[in-house]
């Protein structure tokens, strides 16, 4: 047990500080160490934590959380979540009294221009490594594009989820796609 809070804390602590753009950004890793690396979860298994984690309320990321309790009971969760919270907070802290100093500095403004396209890098990969634990085909991929389109075009995100809920509920009353979508 010891060993799988340890494996916990050195898989969650490196990722809190490149947590760019949030929790999505750490999903392709966090999949990967989880699954492939440790082989605490199936693809399965991380795909219903991040279902799960998503609906609850609070921050995504909190994934961590659910894969801490799934490696290491309830000690793992907490491990987990505090390795995946604390390294951040004290970076942030530290970094912006730094940023506070620097007000419209170049260097500033080169290293936020720097960070954005990789937190949407970061993001994009994790969507990637979701839709291939899913095994996403034709439809999902499809889907995904349509409402991309449709959330940048400005439509409602409540639209866009009732719009794709009623596609694959009829979708599947015709037979042409199973239960899990």
């Known amino acids: 047990m010891p060993d799988r809070l340890l494996a916990l804390i050195l898989v969650f602590a490196p990722l809190s500080l490149v947590s760019l753009g949030g929790g999505p950004s750490i999903f392709a890793e966090m999949q990967r160490q989880s699954v492939e690396v440790h082989g605490w979860l199936t693809d ?84 990637f490594t979701l ?17 991309t389109v449709a959330l940048l075009r400005g439509a409602s995100p409540y639209l866009v989820l009732l719009v794709v809920a009623i596609l694959y509920a009829a979708l599947q009353q015709a037979g042409l796609i199973g239960g899990a979508g």
Not at 52 to 68: E, Y
Not at 93 to 110: C, I, N, Q, T
């Open 44 to 127: 399965a298994q991380f795909l219903d934590l991040f279902a799960i984690s998503r609906a609850a309320p609070g921050p995504g990321s909190l994934i961590c959380a659910l894969v801490g309790w799934q490696a290491a009971g309830f000690a793992g969760a907490l491990a987990a979540a505090l390795a995946l919270y604390l390294p951040s907070t004290f970076l942030v802290l530290a970094v912006g009294h730094w940023w506070r100093r620097k007000g419209d500095s170049p260097a500033r403004k080169m290293i936020e221009r720097g960070l954005a396209p990789i937190a949407v890098g970061l993001i994009f990969a994790g969507v």
């Open 131 to 147: 839709l291939q634990a899913d095994g996403a085909g034709w439809l999902e991929l499809a889907v995904l594009a349509a409402c």
